[in-house]
Nanobody, 121 residues
Framework: QVQLVESGGGLVQPGGSLRLSCAVSGSIFTIYTMGWYRQAPGKQRELVATITSGGSTNYADSVKGRFTLSRDNAKNTMYLQMNSLTPEDTAVYYC???????????????WGQGTQVTVSS
């Protein structure tokens, strides 16, 4: 089993900041690209940002310059620093990982359960 657990969501005022974390645990052989996605009410899930195992990042245009994605490979953890938040950033944020399982040796897309981010005054 591989588990992805998000933390750090919550309520923040416009212009504020939050830092999301995604910790991966379980039968991990290799963690390849990881990423954050979000889904606002009534909308489809959308890409926020991705990061390769080597640290190369890719951001959605809507978050460029405001969000910073990083990962600590030694801790199997990914972080999303979100600054200058607006109400349009309100959504459930999901962690995603392309991971090879050490027990089955299968490579699979794993998802966390999601963490709510609400930006409101």
């Amino acid at each position: 089993q591989v588990q992805l657990v998000e933390s750090g969501g919550g309520l923040v005022q416009p212009g504020g900041s939050l830092r999301l974390s995604c910790a991966v645990s379980g039968s991990i052989f290799t963690i390849y690209t990881m990423g954050w996605y979000r889904q606002a009410p009534g909308k489809q899930r959308e890409l926020v940002a991705t990061i390769t195992s080597g640290g190369s990042t890719n951001y959605a245009d809507s978050v460029k310059g405001r969000f910073t994605l990083s990962r600590d490979n030694a801790k199997n953890t990914m972080y999303l620093q979100m600054n200058s938040l607006t109400p349009e950033d309100t959504a459930v944020y999901y962690c995603n990982g392309d991971i090879r399982n050490s027990r089955t040796y299968q490579r699979f897309d794993y998802w966390g359960q999601g963490t709510q981010v609400t930006v409101s005054s």
